[in-house]
């Protein structure tokens, strides 16, 4: 498959843009996910030791991909523990 590419590539030189930009958006979104995967607190991949993640959670532990407004390092709890 590697050398039709590479064939395709070499007949039609304008097409090697679309491969590189195909090529990167897959390896971002396969990153992101693995990401998703490996940091999100609502996946929890130790069910013996840690059951609920989400709860071991501070108020200013920064779990979103990209944050606007909001400085995590200011917050309080206003919740109780359970």
């Known amino acids: 498959m590697l050398q039709q590419i590479i064939g395709q590539a070499k007949k039609h030189p304008s097409l090697i843009?679309?491969?590189?930009?195909?090529?990167?958006?897959g390896t971002e979104a396969a990153l992101y996910?693995?990401?998703l995967a490996l940091f999100n607190p609502d996946v929890s991949w130790d069910r013996k030791n840690n059951?609920?993640?989400?709860?071991?959670?501070g108020?200013?532990?920064?779990?979103?991909?990209y944050s606007v407004n909001v400085d995590y390092s200011k917050l309080k709890k206003e919740g109780p523990d359970f």
Do not use: S, T
Request: glycine fraction near 8%; include cysteine; hydrophobic fraction near 40%.
């Open 51 to 57: 059951p609920e993640p989400w709860n071991k959670l």
């Open 59 to 65: 108020p200013n532990d920064q779990y979103k991909f």
């Open 17 to 25: 843009p679309c491969f590189l930009f195909i090529g990167a958006g």
């Open 33 to 35: 996910v693995m990401r």
